[in-house]
């Protein structure tokens, strides 16, 4: 049954490569593969990849025996694949009686070359199941949350960078893979991985976590994380040309992905994101979305930044400016507006991505596409004068807000 699947899986990437073929774009045997990675991990078959569920479990089983296809060495828990560990999480935050445990489990490969240091290159595969816990969706029925662009666009573009740095890649470094689970439930495999690490944190050069690398839009915009966690990484990234990437770079070691985690250990990290969309954490992220051009392009920027940094000095750790300011700031937020931001805009002001159905904005006729220029007395100039406007509210009160639509100001009113 499982090598009918695969069988099943391969044929349908040989079919979405062709467009790609004709148009002149160089396909090889890996770059399918990790056509095949997504379209498995994001198959209804694994619902949604939920930690502690069946899914989960045969999410963790299939990247193992893909570590092992490419040649890595098991470095989890007793020298297996897998470093196991337990967790709770409530349904309800405010409801004690909704607590669960869980048993995550993350999955780690090692390519050893011999060398001093090593560079970590991390995904995480878990996903929302059938919404457990973060879910935008609002239908009435339950549904799978299969997360092609979020995870299993990141954990097969890991297993293509393996691929790579195996048959030919840069010998400097040691090369640790690790596919995360529970990182939807907190960050929970990561911070488990670096109070629990299987191999020395001390060793380690630097960090890259793929986190969302499936939807890149058509400017190329590609949004990079942690650039200011050290004095090399700028310089380094804005060398490389690839395609019509260009970089949208923030300086912050902290975040909502599992590069957090290593940052807070003093370690440099890089994490590549292709952006927002209105699928985010709905049933609708699926893997005939994935823009997987972009994915390789993504990975070829990626394996000629290792390469540039390979034969340096390790990478020294610089602390950023802004982690504590701004999570004083997200202390203080009572409500939301509800849009997603578009994190790859480069003009002024915030432009929106996606709006929730029936939130603040949306009651408001805010749209996606609108930038927002003004909330109440706050000038909103990016997306730190948008976190600044919005800690000033609390449920019930109301504001005037200013957008930019198709060329023209627009004030409406919202009550949070």
């Not at 939807?184 to 890259?208: A, C, M, Q, W």
């Amino acid at each position: 049954m499982e090598k009918a699947f695969f069988r099943m899986a391969l044929g349908l990437a040989l079919f979405l490569a062709l467009p790609l073929m004709i148009s002149g774009q160089m396909v090889d045997e890996d770059f399918l593969q990790m056509k095949v990675d997504v379209i498995y991990l994001s198959s209804d078959n694994l619902e949604g990849r939920e930690p502690g569920t069946q899914g989960g479990e045969e999410a963790a089983n299939y990247i193992a025996w893909r570590f092992g296809q490419i040649g890595l060495k098991p470095v989890g828990r007793g020298h297996s694949w897998f470093q196991p560990f337990e967790f709770s999480f409530r349904k309800n935050p405010h409801d004690a009686t909704s607590e669960q445990r869980r048993m995550g489990k993350n999955v780690l490969g090692y390519l050893d070359n011999g060398a001093a240091t090593t560079v970590v290159i991390t995904a995480h595969y878990d996903h929302l199941g059938y919404g457990v816990t973060g879910s935008r969706y609002l239908g009435s029925e339950p549904a799978i949350h299969n997360g092609a662009d979020d995870n299993a666009s990141g954990v097969a573009l890991m297993m293509y960078l393996a691929e790579k740095l195996k048959e030919d890649g840069p010998k400097s470094n040691n090369y640790l893979f690790i596919a995360f689970s529970a990182e939807e439930f907190g960050l929970i495999g990561s911070k488990f991985f670096v109070e629990h690490p299987t191999l020395r944190l001390e060793d380690v050069n630097y960090v890259i976590n793929l986190d969302m690398v499936g939807r890149l839009k058509e400017d190329g915009t590609l949004i990079v994380n942690g650039a200011g966690t050290s004095p090399a990484w700028k310089d380094a990234l804005a060398k490389i040309r690839v395609g019509n990437i260009h970089l949208k770079t923030f300086d912050s070691g902290v975040g909502p992905s599992d590069h957090a985690s290593f940052y807070l250990k003093n370690l440099p990290v890089l994490h590549f994101f292709s952006g927002q969309h209105e699928d985010y954490h709905k049933p609708g992220d699926d893997s005939a979305l994935i823009n997987f051009a972009g994915m390789y392009d993504i990975g070829d920027f990626i394996l000629q930044l290792i390469a540039a940094l390979d034969g340096q000095d390790k990478l020294a750790f610089a602390k950023t400016k802004d982690e504590q300011q701004e999570g004083r700031r997200a202390a203080k937020y009572k409500v939301t507006l509800g849009v997603m931001p578009d994190y790859a805009f480069t003009g002024k002001g915030l432009k929106i991505d996606g709006v929730r159905e029936e939130g603040p904005a949306a009651k408001a006729g805010i749209q996606a596409g609108d930038v927002i220029l003004k909330m109440g007395e706050t000038e909103v100039n990016d997306i730190y004068g948008y976190m600044e406007g919005l800690a000033q509210y609390e449920a019930g009160d109301k504001t005037k807000v200013v957008v930019l639509r198709e060329g023209k100001e627009i004030q409406v009113q919202v009550q949070f």
